[in-house]
C-alpha cells in the first residue's frame, strides 16, 4: 500500500511566475514618473518667474519716456475764451485725434523696442516671457499716459483762461481720448517676441530616425505559456 498524498502533491510543478512576480510588474510602472522627472524643472521655473517680474517692472518704468515724447510731441488743441465760456479756436480741428494717434505710434514703437532688447539679452521666448511683456507694457502705457498729461497744460481749463486773457489762445489739456491705445504697447511687445522667437530662437533637436508607423496590422504577439 502507498501513502495517500494530498491534491496539491498531485499537481505538476507550475511553470508559471512565482506569487510575488506579478506584483513586482505592477509596482514597476509606479516608478517610471517619478524616476522621468527632471529635479531642475522646479528651479528653472522659479528662476523664469523672477525674470519675468524684472522684465515686467523694468518695461514700466521705462514707461516715463513714452510720456516725455508724447508730451512733446502731440499736437496741441487750441482754446479760446471769452468773458464766459472757453471754445475751441478751430471747430473742425483734429488736434485731439492728433494726440490719440501720436500715442498709439510711439507705444507700438517701444513695444517693439521692449521686446527686440529683451530678446537680445535673453535669446529665448517662453509663456513667462511674453506674459511679462504684456504686463510691464500695460503698465507702461498707463504711466505715459500719466506722466503724458502731467507734463502737458494744466487740466484746469477754467483758471488757465482767466489767466491768460479774453480773446486769447491758449492750449488745452493733453487727453488720450481712445482708452484703446492704451494696449498699442503690450500688443506690440508680444507680437515682436512671439515673431522673434519663431525666427531666431533656439530649435528643438530633431530625431536621427525617422519613424515609419505599421499600418499591415500584423503585430508581433508574445509567446504564451503553456
Known amino acids: 500500500m502507498t501513502a495517500a498524498q494530498t491534491p496539491h502533491e498531485n499537481q505538476p510543478p507550475h511553470k508559471n511566475q512565482p506569487p510575488d512576480e506579478p506584483h513586482r510588474q505592477q509596482d514597476a510602472p509606479a516608478q517610471g514618473p517619478a524616476a522621468a522627472a527632471d529635479p531642475a524643472a522646479g528651479p528653472e521655473l522659479a528662476r523664469e518667474l523672477r525674470e519675468g517680474v524684472l522684465i515686467a517692472l523694468a518695461v514700466a518704468v521705462s514707461g516715463v519716456l513714452l510720456g516725455v515724447l508724447w508730451a512733446w510731441l502731440a499736437p496741441r488743441v487750441p482754446l479760446i475764451a471769452d468773458t464766459r465760456n472757453v471754445y475751441l479756436k478751430n471747430t473742425e480741428g483734429e488736434e485731439a485725434i492728433g494726440a490719440d494717434g501720436t500715442f498709439v505710434l510711439l507705444a507700438f514703437g517701444f ?13 529665448r521666448g517662453g509663456i513667462p516671457l511674453v506674459v511679462s511683456l504684456a504686463v510691464g507694457g500695460l503698465l507702461a502705457a498707463v504711466l505715459g499716459w500719466l506722466t503724458g498729461m502731467w507734463l502737458g497744460p494744466t487740466p484746469d481749463v477754467v483758471a488757465h483762461a482767466k489767466q491768460v486773457g479774453a480773446g486769447v489762445v491758449f492750449d488745452g489739456p493733453l487727453r488720450l481720448q481712445a482708452k484703446g491705445a492704451l494696449l498699442a504697447w503690450p500688443i506690440a511687445g508680444m507680437l515682436t517676441q512671439i515673431a522673434l522667437s519663431g525666427l531666431f530662437g533656439p530649435r528643438d533637436p530633431e530625431p536621427d530616425g525617422l519613424m515609419v508607423p505599421d499600418w499591415s496590422g500584423h503585430h508581433q504577439q508574445p509567446p504564451t505559456a503553456d
Do not use: E, I, M, T
Not at 111 to 123: E, I, K, N, P, Q
Open 111 to 123: 513695444g517693439v523696442l521692449s521686446a527686440a532688447v529683451v530678446f537680445l539679452f535673453r535669446r
